[in-house]
């Protein structure tokens, strides 16, 4: 079973704006993942964010955790076409490094 | 490129065969997953190897076994395939408890 949910589930934007995608968990985590997944490939890693941090930023992404919610939300600014792609949260636990994927947020930037 | 290479990429099969996947992790990488990506499940953890012993088990059907050799690549073993076996499986790595990296996936179909 998925951890948490993603909200939302599909996000359609113009070039140029912010895109903000937000992941809910259920357990206390270790850490905290964003991937990126092109329609049928891999996943690419994107950034951690580690339970004892509130904000990281990579370039263009800005990544939050707020563990007392047990969430957290990822912003890509200035998207572009190339971000279109599905994104995924994935939460370790402090039992082991396996990882919980949400369900992921469908984004679509159009040009 | 993560680094982590699953051979092979498509796998057409019939349902009640056997199968193998393969996966070499990123050098150095001491531990490696197996994730299963389906529609109706989305992404779950399989199973966990480190330094060649199993770690941790996840959803993983009694038909799939995996081993971890001594030169660190591991194999997926899927047997008496069923339709609902159909799915990308993906084998990630990581040197300890933090960022996992992911290959490209197997796109496993059962007929």
């Known amino acids: 079973s998925q951890q948490g949910e993603e909200d939302p589930q599909a996000l359609s934007i113009q070039e140029g704006e912010n895109a903000t995608m937000n992941c809910s968990y259920k357990?206390?985590?270790?850490?905290l993942q964003w991937y990126r997944q092109n329609s049928g490939r891999g996943l690419v890693h994107l950034i951690l964010?580690?339970?004892?941090?509130r904000e990281k930023h990579s370039g263009r992404l800005r990544v939050t955790l707020d563990t007392s919610k047990k969430s957290s939300s990822l912003l890509i600014t200035a998207s572009r076409a190339a971000d279109t792609a599905s994104y995924f949260c994935?939460?370790?636990?402090?039992?082991?490094?396996?990882?919980?994927f949400g369900g992921g947020t469908r984004l679509m930037v159009k040009p | 490129d993560s680094g982590v290479t699953q051979t092979p990429k498509h796998l057409i099969t019939a349902t009640g065969q056997r199968v193998t996947l393969r996966c070499s992790p990123r050098?150095?990488?001491?531990?490696v997953y197996w994730y299963q990506q389906s529609l109706d499940q989305g992404l779950q953890f399989l199973i966990q190897?480190?330094?060649?012993?199993?770690?941790a088990k996840g959803n993983i059907l009694e038909r799939f076994s995996a081993q971890q050799f001594p030169d660190l690549h591991s194999e997926l073993n899927l047997s008496s395939l069923e339709l609902g076996d159909s799915a990308l499986y993906f084998c990630?790595?990581?040197?300890?408890?933090?960022?996992?990296?992911f290959g490209p996936g197997t796109r496993l179909t059962v007929l």
């Open positions: 964010i580690r339970s004892n941090e």
């Open positions: 990630a790595s990581s040197v300890g408890s933090g960022t996992q990296y």
């Open positions: 050098s150095g990488d001491l531990s």
């Open positions: 994935a939460t370790a636990g402090n039992a082991g490094n396996m990882l919980t």
């Open positions: 190897y480190y330094n060649g012993e199993e770690r």
């Open positions: 357990t206390s985590i270790n850490n």
